[in-house]
């Protein structure tokens, strides 16, 4: 609920921006660059690399530097567990605060900037992965159903058309679970896990 209500907020600030603010629109695309699961020492695990796609919208406030930047993201996102690849698919909303640096001359051809700002998403479908053995053991990865994350990150706007941005996101909760325990019992071993992401963007700034 308080997820919700952060992004209603946001959405209710950018709709209701002044008229003098600059208003600019994309379509951003990128990949994701997972490290490996935390805290799951004892099982094979690594980052793989997945990919977003969506709406990009940016908002220049009338305070000399100071933007608001907010997206709408199809994203797919990748572990190796025990030899298998789990992929996460969800739609994520990264909201930035960003500041555009100043650069006489340089600003002509290109606008560096830094962004933060918090991230929240939600699981499409079911993206969970079981193992079995034959004295049935079994154990399961289950990613969380949404997720809140922060995102820090440097980039620049280029001919003011061609953004292009790297970015680390932070998770601030567990990304997932790994569970272990028997057939027809209760799991007696679960142990959550973060992902952390690098990403890297180019978007195309109308």
Same mark, same amino acid.
């Given at each position: ?5 952060? *992004?209603? =907020?946001? !959405?209710?600030?950018?709709? %209701?921006? +002044?008229?003098?603010?600059? $208003?600019?629109?994309?379509?951003? /695309? ?62 994520? *909303?990264? =909201?930035? !605060?960003?500041?555009?640096? %100043?650069? +006489?001359?340089?600003?002509? $051809?290109?606008?560096?900037?830094? /962004? ?91």
């Amino acid at each position: 609920m308080k997820k919700i209500f952060g *992004i209603a =907020i946001t !959405l209710c600030l950018l709709a %209701s921006a +002044p008229a003098f603010a600059q $208003f600019n629109w994309g379509i951003k /695309a990128g990949m994701n660059l997972a490290s490996k699961p935390s805290s799951l020492d004892d099982i094979k695990s690594e980052g793989k690399t997945g990919f977003f796609v969506g709406p990009t919208a940016k908002i220049m406030l009338p305070i000399v530097g100071l933007g608001i930047e907010g997206n709408i993201l199809y994203s797919q996102s990748s572990s190796e567990l025990e030899g298998e690849d789990i992929t996460r698919r969800s739609i994520e *909303i990264p =909201i930035y !605060l960003r500041y555009e640096f %100043s650069l +006489p001359i340089v600003n002509k $051809f290109l606008e560096p900037f830094a /962004a933060v700002g918090p991230q929240f998403g939600w699981a499409l479908g079911n993206n969970d992965e079981k193992w079995q053995n034959a004295a049935g053991d079994i154990a399961e990865w289950e990613y969380k159903k949404s997720n809140l994350s922060l995102n820090v990150g440097v980039g620049a706007t280029v001919l003011n058309h061609v953004q292009l941005h790297i970015n680390y996101n932070i998770a601030l909760g567990n990304t997932g679970e790994w569970k272990e325990g028997t057939t027809g019992a209760a799991w007696d071993y679960i142990k959550g896990s973060k992902v952390n992401t690098w990403q890297v963007s180019a978007a195309y700034i109308f």
